[in-house]
């Protein structure tokens, strides 16, 4: 099973392969901050989205890279929304 995992990336450019260590961290990092209702789930997402949809846009992906840039731009209005609303707050 192990060789299946590693035989996949065979062909995959090392810097792509950071790029999806990376996105897999933020992405585990915003559902953190999700669960504790932080506004860092905002920029931790964008960030997962963001590398996401350029890396969905290389392997030709089109449909899922358009759901991921769907969630970049999601995002940015939900933590302006949030940033309006703790600020009429306060």
């Not at 030709?60 to 991921?68: E, K, L």
Request: glycine share 6%; no cysteine.
């Amino acid at each position: 099973m192990f060789e299946t995992i590693i035989n996949q990336y065979k062909s995959i450019p090392n810097w792509q392969i950071g790029i999806e260590i990376i996105v897999f961290i933020f992405g585990i990092l915003s559902v953190y901050f999700a669960k504790k209702e932080n506004i860092l789930v905002f920029p931790t997402g964008l960030i997962a989205t963001i590398l996401s949809t350029y890396l969905l846009y290389k392997a030709g992906y089109f449909a899922d890279m358009t759901i991921n840039a769907y969630f970049s731009i999601m995002s940015i209005y939900g933590w302006m929304i949030w940033s309006k609303t703790k600020t009429d707050a306060a």
